[in-house]
C-alpha cells in the first residue's frame, strides 16, 4: 500500500497530465482569437463591425452575427475565407490568418 503522501502526489501529476493538454489547448485557442482580432481590425474593420452597431453606410454582416449562426462552423468559414466573392476585396490569406480568424469570428459568435 502506498503512504497517503505519495499517493496524493501521484494523483496529482496524474490530473496535471490529463488536464494539461486542454489547459495548452484553451490558451492556444485565446491567442488564435487575439491573433483574428489583430487581423480583422487590420484588413476587415472598413466594412465589417465586431459585435458593436452596425453603420448605415456598411452592409456586410457583423462577424459576430456570423459567429452566431447556427449554420457557421470552422468548415463553412474556411471554406467561405478561401472564395472569392463579388463584393469583398481579393485578399490572399495563409493557413495561419484564416485560422486566426475563424478562431476569432467563432468566439464573437459564442461557439
Partial sequence: MMPR????????LFLALIA?????H????????KQGRILAEALCADCHTFGGNRRRDA?????????AMPQTTALSLRVFLRSSHA?????I???VQIDSLIAFILDLGGK
Fill in 93 to 95: 490569406l495563409d493557413d
Fill in 20 to 24: 494539461g493538454p486542454s489547459f495548452v
Fill in 87 to 91: 463584393n469583398m476585396p481579393d485578399i
Fill in 5 to 12: 503522501t505519495a499517493l496524493l502526489k501521484t494523483s496529482a
Fill in 59 to 67: 452592409s456586410p454582416p457583423d462577424f459576430a452575427a456570423v459567429g
Fill in 26 to 33: 484553451a490558451a492556444q485557442d485565446e491567442i488564435m482569437v
